[in-house]
């Protein structure tokens, strides 16, 4: 997958970090040691030394022997250590740099191939960079006050405001815990301020936390990025990440500029994970008719067909907020 240079700059950063934090515990560790048992230091000199006799017993020709002499002695100090380093409570690994992958030492590649650690790596630093999760708030179910809900049975519902959303967060709640790469799309739909931001913030915090590369976003920047990679503007291949990922979350449709070029990249990407049966989370105040008369057939068949649809109701909670908060 091509990734954006950014991504991958700070990707390769963060195994330099892991490398660097291992090697300076290690070195950390191994000055420590030496200076609480100093005759740890003479047995690393010795053992540093024995190579540079090797390369002159091989140089002046009675190897073999000596080789043999200086492997014995080498196995007698490293025996030593382990004992020296066991009484005062350590294993022989304390001198040794503890890397994050072992695999690849923190290098990214092991064998000649990128190691899966980096492959990690590039893609939850996408995630992060698409959903600029930096400046996202992520949010529990748990924030939900389902006290700002009205108790009184809604005739076109059939149950109270308070009912419908209990339900909708108990199914968010079970979604997210029961997540899987091939989980159902998502539709929340309901006018401003019901709680549609809040529940797919929340399912994208406990999507993320059990390790699922999650991308989060509002659609009019995303569409923007995706436009200015189009053009030539910028670099990257956004729109393969966005249908890679393992879960997207696309805030407030129909918010966005229209543009042809927008409805394009939308059904595209909507698409190309429905084909791909990967979940994608789609928040909207607009109602199915509206998306078809905005987005055109083909898009609202694709939502109509492959979302499961969510009904968040209520009065503008932000408003209700306020409004308390002043009272
Ligand atoms: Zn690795």
Redesign the pocket.
Known sequence: MAYDPQVIAAARAQLEQRRGQATNRAAAMRARLCEQIPRLKEIEQQLAAAIPAVAHAILTGNSEREIARIREENLRLQKEMAELLHKAGYERDNFEPQY??P??????Y?NGRM????SQLLKDEACRQLSGLSCMKLTDFDDMQLGYYDDTVDARLGISPREQMQGIITYCREYAAAFTPNAQSLLLQGPTGTGKTHLSLAIAKAVTEQGFGVVYSSVQPLLRKLESEHFGRSEGDSEEQLIACDLLVLDDLGMEFDSPFYRACLYNVINGRLLENKPTIISTNLGFSAIATRYGDQIASRINGGFEPLLCVGKDIRQLRRRRAME
């Open positions: 994050t992958c695999h690849c030492e923190d290098t990214g092991a190691c899966a650690c980096f």
